[in-house]
């Protein structure tokens, strides 16, 4: 969009030379290691146990527990240096998730609880931009769980489970979008385009179509498309930006969704 759009874009960056500096709390490279730091945890906290017990994601799994360890107490250092949480607030919160991993050694989730109870505690007493912070986040959860639950329910009831055909029969899902074909990948794209999905149902959604024969790559071109685009999204956009550009934008997510599915699934599923 940049590139086509290029000239548009540079009379934009020259008026906003003039505009005056916006005014930041934390500088570009504080909030990329304060993201990357939740990331960390995220993806070592849910890192799954690997079908085969050998390998580099088999050692990984085996400590992911310490790993999320030391990128939380990293983010307790965090919240300390640059959200101005009180630093003894945050060292009991790990001393008590250190208690119970001790506690229970062979129930690790028990002191990840812990952990997430005492972020809670630690965002909702400090006042200012982490209590915002909790509070925009316990509204976007009212809004995704009630939405997450039907999905799981409308997607187990018309497309059942792995073994076990639900409403739509699994030849139709196989017949348009199973193997990994560029018609295939291409109709996924624009499908998931065209739907709307709820934040996170896509999950359930895409577990059904997975189990009733759907290609890995148009799998992934699906899950590409869907969260970027709906239809209320595009039109919602083209009156910001206009026809034209919705229409690029549009395109471009359909052809990189396609290109992307057609190459994990040909060389990486």
Known sequence: MHLIFRKEEQAKLE???HLPAPVVERSLWQNIIYFATMVGILVF??????????????????????????????????????????????ALTGVVVLVLALMFPHE????????????????TTTRGETEEWFLSSWDLAKQ?????????????LLLGRPGQEGLIPAGWVSGWVGGNSLGAN???SVVGAFMYFATLTEVPILQGLLGAGMGKGPALALLLAGPALSLPNMLVIRSVIGTKKTLIFVCLVVVMSTISGLIFGNYFA
Do not use: D, H, Q
């Open 45 to 90: 906290a849910t890192w799954g146990k690997p079908a085969v017990e050998v390998g580099l994601w088999n050692a990984v799994y085996s400590v992911k527990w310490i790993i999320t360890g030391l990128f939380a107490a990293f983010l307790g250092a965090i919240l300390v240096m640059w959200f101005r949480v009180k630093a003894l607030k945050v």
């Open 186 to 188: 291409l109709f996924a």
């Open 108 to 123: 690790p989730l028990i002191a990840f609880s812990g952990g997430i109870v005492g972020l809670t505690v630690l965002t």
């Open 144 to 156: 995704i769980l009630p939405l997450l639950f039907a999905g799981v329910l409308v997607a187990g």
């Open 15 to 17: 008026a906003a030379v």
